[in-house]
């Protein structure tokens, strides 16, 4: 079964420019996370899908960050204009919804490789 | 949600058992405990969870006491392989809103030596 797939890997830009990066999740997954990597750090949530429903944007910087998720399937996280202190790995993850198996919410999340950004 | 507490490093040798403790004092009692693994380079990846006492999969065991206010991540025989940094988070039973997100400290970055 294929994993949790982003693109680009890698990418290099000038400050002010903009960029996208986009997440194609597990197949029947409908829980779709954006998280940001600075390094030596833990991801942090940016935001969380529910089908193409944003449930949880509190932590997205909503001046220069956009995400969409039209069909609750693969995903767009953009930034318009970077900045510098934008330089970090973007991390896409999904997770089924619902009662797992356990009896409880089981938040397993599935995460990609992650998108390098790199602001000059 | 409960905030944890973990050693920033650790260091082992190939073939001993790895321990790290993680401290979650706050912790609710819809909070359940999970850790996950990160290798460089790579996304996290789910390892373990558990609500009280004491649950073992193929990768490793979690003890839980039962005042539930800390957690052990048990690695038997490590190797070099295992050379990763391993993140404790609380995340709170339920669905909807928040309910379910994980929030991620530092973790412990562990260094398996030959």
């Known amino acids: 079964e294929a994993g949790v797939v982003q693109s680009p890997r890698y990418k290099i830009i000038e400050k002010k420019q903009p960029v996208a990066f986009w997440c194609n999740p597990i197949s029947g997954h409908n829980t779709l996370y954006w998280y940001l990597q600075n390094l030596g750090q833990g991801p942090e949530l940016l935001i969380r899908y529910e089908n193409e429903e944003a449930v949880d944007d509190s932590q997205l910087p909503k001046d220069r960050f956009s995400a969409e998720r039209l069909k609750g399937v693969d995903s767009t996280l953009k930034i318009q204009p970077a900045e510098l202190g934008d330089s970090a790995v973007y991390l896409c993850a999904s997770s089924t919804s619902g009662t797992g198996e356990r009896g409880w919410a089981y938040n397993e999340q599935f995460f990609g490789p992650g998108t390098r950004l790199t602001v000059l | 949600l409960a905030k944890t507490t973990q050693p920033i490093s650790m260091d082992s040798y190939e073939g001993q058992e790895v321990n790290i403790t993680c401290s979650h004092n706050n912790i609710a009692t819809n909070d359940y405990i999970t850790w996950y693994q990160q290798f460089p380079s790579q996304g996290p990846r789910f390892i373990i969870q558990g609500y009280k006492t004491k649950v073992t999969n193929e990768v490793a065991s979690l003890f839980i006491p039962a005042d539930r206010k800390s957690s052990t991540l048990s690695l038997p025989r490590v190797s070099l392989s295992d050379t990763a940094v391993y993140y404790c988070?609380?995340?709170?039973?339920?669905?909807?809103?928040?309910?379910?997100?994980?929030?991620f400290g530092k973790g412990t970055k562990l260094s398996v030596k030959p």
């Open positions: 988070l609380v995340a709170r039973r339920g669905y909807g809103g928040s309910q379910g997100n994980l929030i």
